[in-house]
T-cell receptor, first 116, second 115 residues
């Protein structure tokens, strides 16, 4: 079984400041990790994903995340926040099991607030 | 290339009525997943279907809920005799098969309100 913990239901930053959204996961098998963004009344859009290979992954809109196995973390960062980044962000894990498939397990989400 | 489509976007039902939510996957995708999002909660997996088959329904309530993905047409999530606790946003996602199954594309959701 897998699980995801997102620390902080709300994170507030000023425009131009560093964005750091935290995600820790638990998985009994090597995980695939994802960050999704959800704008109000919309569906989820994939920001970035880690499957195998390079542990630092870059996504859309200037976001990146680093897979740290020893810390079981997959934190999302962006060097400089923009007003348009205000949204809810979800970390998710997908782990392949013996049955040959898996589904996504999501964290509870972090609302990013960006002030001028 | 159209994305995942869901309809209706908003659905209001009175207690005891039936709700039918539809999902058309992306072109070429044969795997469909349904998730439910309650206020202040993340998305919770409900059911995973391939064409004409339910692969995993471990997240779906045993009573009143059912899902199908027929050979032709959209996937349907059906909720019978709705109760206020069913009020939520229901999201559908689709994916390719094989090793690409992990990459899921989400629709805009159906927001169900039970009055």
């Amino acid at each position: 079984a897998q699980s995801v913990t997102q620390l902080g239901s709300h994170v507030s930053v000023s425009e131009g400041a560093l964005v750091l959204l935290r995600c820790n996961y638990s998985s009994s098998v090597p995980p695939y990790l994802f960050w999704y963004v959800q704008y109000p009344n919309q569906g989820l859009q994939l920001l970035l994903k880690y499957t195998t290979g390079a542990t630092l992954v870059k996504g859309i809109n200037g976001f990146e995340a680093e897979f740290k196995k020893s810390e079981t973390s997959f934190h999302l960062t962006k060097p400089s926040a923009h007003m348009s980044d205000a949204a809810e962000y979800f970390c998710a894990v997908s782990a392949w099991g013996n049955s040959g498939y898996s589904t996504l397990t999501f964290g509870k989400g972090t609302m990013l607030l960006v002030s001028p | 290339n159209a994305g995942v489509m869901q309809n209706p976007r908003h659905l209001v039902r009175r207690r005891g009525q039936e709700a039918r939510l539809r999902c058309s996957p992306m072109k070429g995708h044969s795997h469909v997943y349904w998730y439910r999002q309650l206020p202040e909660e993340g998305l919770k997996f409900m059911v995973y279907l391939q064409k004409e088959n339910i692969i995993d329904e471990s997240g779906m309530p045993k009573e009143r809920f059912s899902a199908e993905f027929p050979k032709e047409g959209p996937s349907i999530l059906r909720i019978q005799q709705v109760v206020r606790g069913d009020s939520a946003a229901y999201f559908c996602a689709s994916s390719l098969g094989g090793r690409e199954r992990y990459e899921q594309y989400f629709g805009p959701g159906t927001r169900l309100t039970v009055t």
